[in-house]
């Protein structure tokens, strides 16, 4: 296989080197033609997600007990239902000792969805 390869290699060094002005020209040809292309690649890696829904963190001070930071995130979900935007919340406080993310009780975690992802999938 690799005498096959030098044997085809041989071939195109004579055929390619007394055309070099040909194939220097043919290659700055490509690679103006590449860059022209340029302009209309995405701007972005990603597209902007717009999802209707995000995520708010709550942090008490540490020690906080799971009754006195439940009833932090109720009252914090009771205002930001009260937004006109939002649609429903779901509140996680803490999280086990072998999830990947451990948190103490003294965090909560408040998904908030808006009525603008309902929106978006109905128009």
Known sequence: MVRWLKKQYLKLLHFSLPKSKLIIGIASL???????TIPFFGSEFLPAF??????????????TSLEESNKIGTLAEQ???KVTEVQNT?????????DE??????ASE????????TVKREG
């Open 110 to 117: 408040i998904e908030v969805e808006s009525i603008w992802k």
């Open 101 to 106: 993310h451990v948190e103490p009780v003294s």
């Open 90 to 98: 779901c509140r996680r406080t803490g999280r086990a000792e072998l």
């Open 50 to 63: 717009n999802e209707g829904s995000f995520t708010v963190n709550l942090s008490a001070p540490a020690g």
């Open 79 to 81: 205002l930001i239902l």
């Open 30 to 36: 490509l690679i103006i033609i590449a860059a022209a």
